[in-house]
């Protein structure tokens, strides 16, 4: 496979990409007014509860069998370090850049979450395709690639739509509590210290907590914080934590994973809507046309908040490259390194595509859906999508250069 198909190959998703963005942004001005605020909000709701769990659910429960789950289950480790990883390096990174406390968790999203999603969609079929692939028979590599890479965006949208949505709803709360401090500052300014104190105990900054007594009427015990936090009970800890996993795992998009999980591990359910003979066939059918329009609609809604903020965007070209960096760089070669190992230790078949996919992985752009997320949230959309900007437009060397470099170690 020479350089300038390779270069194609690997570009070509990041091209649409960029081209469905302007698109987007051209929508979102003033002179068309097609895409206005209010309409990204509504449109991007739709992709959350819609279009996105159904794209998740028709690639498991089509391609993804209760072997592949056995066999292949390296791969939910192998993503799952990258989101270990790359969270370090993004947490290490925002403590020396020092960004807003709400554009911290939204750097760490952008260098743990990779886009498992279109990019490996359109890159692994291509590279089978080609005349020289090291991969072997162009249809058996095609069907085999197209199921490793079903397996990867579910796994990897589980993730994304657990921890990644965690952090963006860290931003969030941290958002509201920065304009709530603005705003009692401003009231201190206005009203004296009363208000002061009040902007206090409501952001958690006084060390004393004031609880009502039922001993002494309405008398008031004054607890030091730390004595209070350490009363705190082994099970209340825990049921919180509980708690909020079970709200992150309600999410709709994880939903479509666990339910696409069960249709394609089970043979009973999977046979009710997947084939041509299969009874409920058409319900399969409306939900992979559903799923298809997911791509498109999250892209225009990044080039939409792109136009809308470009000006408000609080990033700078210290934590543009050091995403870029994370990314495309450090990430890559730890990617590597795990696999060999994982290889040496006998923990992988010797499937080269495999091995391809694990190590690729690592190498890929930000997940498109924290855009989805900060639209969700309404917070660091402006920021979100200048990031993507960037990051989107160095992938297309960055995967190109990877690319050559793990085909050449593989073949």
């Not at 998703?13 to 068309?32: K, N, V």
């Not at 391609?63 to 993503?79: K, P, Y």
């Not at 206090?200 to 609880?211: C, F, K, P, T």
Request: proline content about 5%; hydrophobic content about 50%.
């Amino acid at each position: 496979m020479g350089l300038w198909s390779l270069l194609e190959v690997s570009s070509m998703p990041i091209l649409q990409l960029l081209i469905i963005s302007l698109l987007g942004a051209a929508m979102a001005t003033q002179y068309l007014n097609l895409l206005p605020p209010h309409a990204c909000k509504s449109l991007n709701r739709i992709v959350f509860v819609v279009f996105t769990p159904a794209l998740i659910f028709a690639s498991l429960a089509k391609t993804v069998h209760f072997q592949d789950i056995i066999s292949w289950w390296f791969m939910a480790a192998n993503i799952g370090i990258t989101f270990l990883v790359g969270g370090i390096l993004g947490w290490i990174a925002v403590k020396i850049l020092k960004p807003q406390p709400y554009l911290q968790d939204l750097i760490i999203a952008m260098c743990a979450t990779g886009n498992f999603a279109n990019i490996l969609l359109v890159i692994i079929p291509a590279i089978c395709s080609e005349d020289g692939s090291p991969f072997g028979d162009k249809t058996v590599c095609r069907q085999l690639g197209l199921s490793y890479v079903s397996f990867s965006m579910a796994i990897g949208s589980f993730y994304t739509w657990t921890y990644t949505y965690h952090l963006i709803q860290s931003a969030k709360a941290k958002y509201c509590a920065m304009l709530g401090n603005a705003d009692e500052s401003s009231k201190e300014a206005n009203n004296g210290t009363e208000a002061n104190e009040t902007a206090s105990l409501l952001l958690n900054l006084d060390e004393r907590v004031v609880i009502p007594s039922n001993v002494a009427g309405d008398d008031k015990i004054i607890l030091d914080k730390k004595n209070l936090e350490h009363s705190a009970t082994l099970w209340t800890y825990t049921s919180t934590i509980f708690h909020r996993l079970a709200k992150e795992l309600k999410a709709p998009p994880v939903l479509a994973a666990i339910l696409g999980f069960l249709v394609g591990a089970i043979s009973f359910l999977r046979n009710l809507i997947i084939g041509d003979t299969a009874p409920l066939r058409a319900l399969n059918e409306s939900i992979t046309l559903l799923g298809d329009g997911t791509i498109p609609c999250i892209t225009l809604i990044l080039g939409g908040n792109l136009t809308q903020g470009i000006s408000k965007a609080q990033v700078g070209p210290m934590v543009v490259m050091t995403v870029i960096g994370i990314r495309y760089l450090i990430l890559p070669v730890t990617g590597i390194f795990v696999v060999k190992v994982a290889s040496y230790l006998g923990f992988l078949p010797s499937d080269p595509l495999y091995h391809f996919i694990l190590m690729i992985q690592f190498a890929l752009p930000p997940g498109i859906n924290i855009g989805t997320m900060t639209q969700l949230f309404d917070v660091a959309q402006e920021e979100c999508s200048m990031l993507y900007l960037w990051t989107y437009l160095v992938a297309a060397f960055a995967l190109t250069g990877w690319s050559i470099f793990l085909m050449w170690i593989l073949s």
